[in-house]
């Protein structure tokens, strides 16, 4: 039965992430009053939700059920762990990312500005989080399946959100909203090191590989991103195996236990 629900039985592990997750904010908001309590839980939290935002990631892709209603009921509680709502990593991400990471005028995730410069992480950071529920309604434009569901679960999310400030506001505002945002922020962080800088024009060279295994054990393989890139529909379980396959074609700065070197320089050259 668990093999008919769940494809990939790795997933399981991060289903109960997500449930367990969620039963600890939710018995945060329902029993705690004391603020400090509140923000020492919603912050004990953290990183559990970091690892969800990795995950949800890899669910856009790949959905964890075969049965659709789970798989909503699951996007229901990442919303509320990661401030992503259903569907719109469909639009902000695969839509608006993969299908264009080489078009800077297209890319959701662009890391140039105007002049062609480089942007610095933070100022990536929220442009990029600014634009993330925008960019759906644009996206959604071209696709109107997709922005239909996108528009119908991001009501619902509101909606649930919405009960859960009016019912108990403080707890509401410091276990969810503000995990919510800063989730997001911490998602389009991350994903500054996957591209910025680099030239386009060859997939070996337009995306960083991060083999570390701690780093990749915590966001579900989320640093094999050359090979992602390459394979988007493929298992975050199957990336590491299909990156040794792409690994002697990839650069060796572009490789290995971390980001780059590029990274760790404050001025970064425009890309080419």
Not at 8 to 30: C, E, K, R
Not at 46 to 68: D, G, K
Not at 130 to 154: E, I, M
């Amino acid at each position: 039965m668990r093999n008919k629900l769940l494809p990939f039985p790795a997933d399981g592990w991060a289903v109960v992430l997500i449930v367990l997750t969620f039963a600890a904010q939710l018995s945060l908001y329902l029993f705690v009053d004391s603020i400090a309590w509140l923000a020492a839980g919603a912050f004990a939290l953290v990183p559990f939700c970091l690892s969800v935002v990795a995950y949800n990631h890899n669910h856009m892709h790949v959905r964890t059920f075969t049965n659709q209603p789970l798989n909503r009921i699951l996007e229901v509680l990442i919303f509320l762990e990661t401030g992503s709502s259903p569907f719109s990593g469909t639009l902000n991400h695969i839509v608006g990312h993969h299908a264009s990471y080489d078009k800077p005028e297209l890319d959701t995730l662009n890391w140039r500005r105007r002049d062609g410069t480089t942007m610095g992480r933070h100022e990536f950071a929220l442009r990029c989080v600014a634009w993330h529920y925008p960019s759906c309604f644009v996206l959604g434009q071209k696709n109107p399946r997709l922005r239909a569901q996108f528009l119908t679960w991001l009501g619902l999310g509101v909606a649930l959100l919405g009960g859960l400030i009016a019912y108990r506001p403080v707890p509401a505002l410091v276990v969810f909203v503000a995990p919510m945002l800063l989730m997001l922020y911490a998602l389009k962080w991350s994903a500054y090191a996957h591209h910025s800088g680099l030239p386009y024009g060859d997939d070996y060279t337009a995306s960083r590989t991060h083999t570390g295994r701690f780093y990749n054990w915590f966001t579900w393989n989320a640093g094999y991103h050359a090979a992602h890139h390459f394979k988007q529909a493929l298992h975050w379980s199957q990336l590491p195996e299909y990156h040794a396959t792409l690994a002697p074609r990839i650069p060796a700065e572009l490789q290995g236990d971390g980001w780059g070197e590029d990274l760790k320089r404050r001025s970064m050259t425009p890309a080419a």
